[in-house]
């Protein structure tokens, strides 16, 4: 839903504020931030371009699940994902958790023959997921205030369970694909090796 029609207690547990890279210079200068955006060029072969972002202010407490479900990239692998951390991410709040080497496991395919998914489609690909990562041990990330953690958009990861509801996990979540992958017509430069998508706000639910 819009921002402006969220109940005002829905801040207080788990929320996912989508692209607010779209209306905010702060957040924008944050997801490109220049020592971050030289690193994702490397990573990426390529300038990044900011294909999404989410604030959260507790953990998400998301299922393990793979980013090229959501966002599936133009060019394959081409795809990261980094997460700002504003909060300690500690054992009672939500910790982000990852499937080390994950990325390895051939995606999924929907019936469509893409790595998108279909959520008609859900059920089958969740057990593919389970069979796939049943013997890779998953980490927990233990980040402070102002550390980073990138990630391959192909790597296997969530949130945990949050056991302290009182407890914050604020961060900046920001996915990005290749800049040079996409229209040139639809991104636009706003820094020295950085992009963001040029689109409008995903359609709020009526
Ligand atoms: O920060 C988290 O809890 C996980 C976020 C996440 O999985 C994502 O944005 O893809």
Redesign the pocket.
Known sequence: MKITEVPAEAFSGPIKINDLFLNSDIVRACTLDERLSTILGELLDGDPMVCNS?N?IY????GA?Y?SW?MAPPVKDKIV?A?ICLDENAEDN?P?FLYPGSHTIPPYIFPHGKIAKLDADLGPALRYVEETSRDIEPVTFYGQPGDVLIWHGQVL???SPIKNPSRT?R?L?T?YWRAKDYRSSLRTKITKNGYVIKRAHQEAAS
């Open positions: 989410l959260f953990g998400s407490t998301q699940h980013d959501f994902a997460s939500g982000v990861h969530g949130g996990r961060s979540v996915h």
